[in-house]
T-cell receptor, first 119, second 112 residues
Framework: DSGVTQTPKHLITATGQRVTLRCSPR?????VYWYQQSLDQGLQFLIQ???????AKGNILERFSAQQFPDLHSELNLSSLELGDSALYFC??????????????????FGPGTRLTVL | TQLLEQSPQFLSIQEGENLTVYCNSS?????LQWYRQEPGEGPVLLVT?????EVKKLKRLTFQFGDARKDSSLHITAAQPGDTGLYLC????????????FGTGTRLKVLA
């Protein structure tokens, strides 16, 4: 158990609809990342938040938006859903970055994911 | 755009065999991580390498970061069925965003 929770686990909806995915990071982690994983495109970085503010953006569509709340949980909103949006959506959290030998990194802990099916 | 390509994409081997998975890019990364993912679950971090040329060992798994910090390899000795899964490498951005780019993945199946 990574300590990151995601709800719901499964979501089935129709094209054109809007859904909200929720993520609670590990206790104490300030950063939250959202990823999309589909069979043909691997794990794609969508967006990162740090302590409520957007920190980095990846391949996130304009129909998608996210936010991180004061209690640090995050929500990913997907609207005008299309068949191609069907995928696994993962949230990850990380704590303080580590530094050594000129490198900087953090460890990301992933939640169990939300499987979205758009019919 | 930073891209990470993994090879091979699929690998099916017998228990006890050795294997190497490669992760290559034309970009420099501040760090390189390897994850293993099992069906229906999120990726789990195995290791982080930071220094060019760094080698880390985790039981039967050996990870190496290329000297130029553009590539990495994962070597598994005497593979076991429990090693079955999707192996992902992830490169850390050199800027301060701590954004990670994930590789295309290697799906490993170890047969008993």
């Amino acid at each position: 158990d990574s300590g990151v929770t995601q709800t719901p686990k499964h979501l089935i909806t129709a094209t054109g609809q809007r859904v909200t995915l929720r993520c609670s990071p590990r206790s104490g982690d300030l950063s939250v990342y959202w990823y999309q994983q589909s069979l043909d495109q691997g794990l794609q970085f969508l967006i990162q938040y740090y302590n409520g503010e957007e920190r980095a953006k990846g391949n996130i569509l304009e129909r998608f938006s996210a936010q991180q709340f004061p209690d640090l949980h995050s929500e990913l909103n997907l609207s005008s859903l299309e068949l191609g949006d069907s995928a696994l959506y993962f949230c990850a959290s990380s704590g303080t970055a580590s530094r050594a030998s000129g490198g900087v990194w953090n460890e990301q802990f992933f939640g169990p994911g939300t499987r979205l099916t758009v019919l | 755009t930073q891209l990470l390509e993994q090879s091979p994409q699929f690998l099916s081997i017998q228990e006890g065999e050795n294997l190497t998975v490669y992760c290559n890019s034309s970009s420099v990364f501040s760090s390189l991580q390897w994850y293993r993912q099992e069906p229906g679950e999120g990726p789990v971090l195995l290791v982080t390498v930071v220094t060019g040329g760094e080698v880390k060992k985790l039981k039967r798994l050996t990870f190496q970061f290329g000297d130029a910090r553009k590539d990495s390899s994962l070597h598994i000795t005497a593979a076991q069925p429990g090693d079955t899964g999707l192996y992902l490498c992830a490169g850390g951005a050199t800027s301060g965003t701590y954004k990670y780019i994930f590789g295309t993945g290697t799906r490993l199946k170890v047969l008993a």
